[in-house]
């Protein structure tokens, strides 16, 4: 492997690994705000809208956008870096709300 390959890849997943951040943490906090806002409707519809198409944009980016060489690849770690944050925010939440529920019940 190259040297441009090499930080392509790592370029990718990193973008995999912040898009998943804004896409996953994006949902938490709207979950957490549902409760407290007047139209709760729009808040998830707008919310879920921006975090889709930041999302989207940043896989073209990845996959379309640098060099027409090795797409898939990019694409792939890309993904890989995305679902690697879904992992880590579901682990999170779970166990944060897991703490909370134990705190309630005392």
Not at 37 to 56: A, K, M
Not at 80 to 103: C, K
């Amino acid at each position: 492997m190259d040297l441009i390959l090499v930080l392509q890849l790592l370029v990718s997943l990193g973008t995999g690994l912040l898009l998943g951040a804004l896409f996953f943490g994006g949902l938490w906090l709207t979950i957490k705000k549902l409760t407290k806002v007047s139209q709760p409707w729009l808040l998830f519809l707008l919310s879920g809208l921006s975090r889709t198409v930041i999302t989207l944009c940043g896989f073209w980016f990845i996959g379309i956008s640098l060099s027409p060489n090795h797409q898939w690849q990019r694409i792939v770690i890309c993904l890989l870096g995305f679902m690697m944050m879904r992992f880590f925010f579901t682990r999170y939440v779970n166990l944060a709300n897991t703490s909370l529920s134990r705190e309630s019940h005392q």
